[in-house]
């Protein structure tokens, strides 16, 4: 989109501000709840455990996405796109690697939890870092890609943000669309749907997985609110975070 201030065609000024102000607040809540987040977890050492790890990587995960609709967000209020071309590729490659390391980190916690409930054994620090580890370099092999020529980074039809150009129906892409979705989509969602379902079978409960698209950027606070404040020993460490001095007591008894 060009660095103008007309609007994107098909669209109305008073929609791409209302896009705006959606973006913004999901990007301002995401970030903030997922900040908490990974702030209760280098505060909080109770936190620093193999398990909350894999939270941690899905919370930094998930600012990333906060961060990037952040971007596009202010983007929609100016009602123009402003960092040029390579701006769109940088927004497009960081938006992706954050999404994708987001959904796999999903993925890795459904199987932490499965070996911690349905094993009875505790996830090893070199299992949950090699897990972490290979959840963000898979990430950002495959984000790279569309950087390198296979598939491509373009504006979405709103013209302020950056993404796959799903319009494209070449062989490029659409090789590159089917073998990325079946590693980094498909495969998550199987080993987290057979993950809770074996928890279920084996301890009666259940988790459901949904991941839908303007909605996408609500992941980041969806994932916070399931994932962190969800987890009791979480929500103890983020108010231990908030009240300093009553936690400073508890430590002295």
């Not at 209302?18 to 987040?37: H, I, P, W």
């Not at 071309?85 to 987001?102: K, M, N, P, R």
């Not at 950056?162 to 199987?190: E, H, Q, V, W």
């Not at 809770?196 to 259940?206: D, F, I, P, V």
């Amino acid at each position: 989109m060009a660095e103008t201030s007309a609007l994107p065609t098909g669209f109305g000024e008073l929609e791409v501000l209302a896009v705006g102000m959606v973006l913004l607040v999901e990007a301002l809540s995401g970030l903030s709840l997922n900040t908490l987040t990974i702030f209760s977890f280098c505060k909080t050492p109770e936190l620093r455990t193999p398990c909350h790890l894999l939270v941690l990587s899905l919370a930094l995960a998930d600012s990333g996405i906060s961060l990037n609709a952040l971007i596009a967000a202010t983007s929609s209020l100016l009602r123009r796109w402003p960092y040029g071309s390579d701006g769109c590729q940088a927004h497009g490659f960081q938006g992706f690697v954050t999404a994708l390391a987001s959904i796999c980190s999903s993925a890795a916690i459904a199987w932490g939890r499965y070996h911690h409930y349905c094993t009875r054994s505790q996830l090893a620090w070199n299992s949950a870092i090699s897990l972490v580890l290979f959840v963000w370099l898979s990430s950002t092999f495959w984000a790279a890609l569309p950087l390198l020529g296979w598939g491509h980074y373009d504006y979405e039809p709103l013209g302020t943000c950056c993404t796959l150009d799903y319009s494209k129906g070449d062989r490029n892409f659409t090789s590159f669309l089917f073998i990325m979705s079946f590693f980094n989509f498909a495969m998550p969602l199987f080993i987290t749907i057979t993950s809770y379902s074996l928890m279920e079978q084996k301890l009666g409960k259940s988790g459901h997985l949904q991941v839908p698209a303007l909605i996408a950027k609500m992941v980041p606070t969806i994932n916070a609110i399931n994932y962190a404040l969800g987890n009791e020993m979480v929500c103890r460490g983020i108010w231990q975070c908030l009240s300093p001095q009553k936690s400073k007591k508890d430590r002295a008894k």
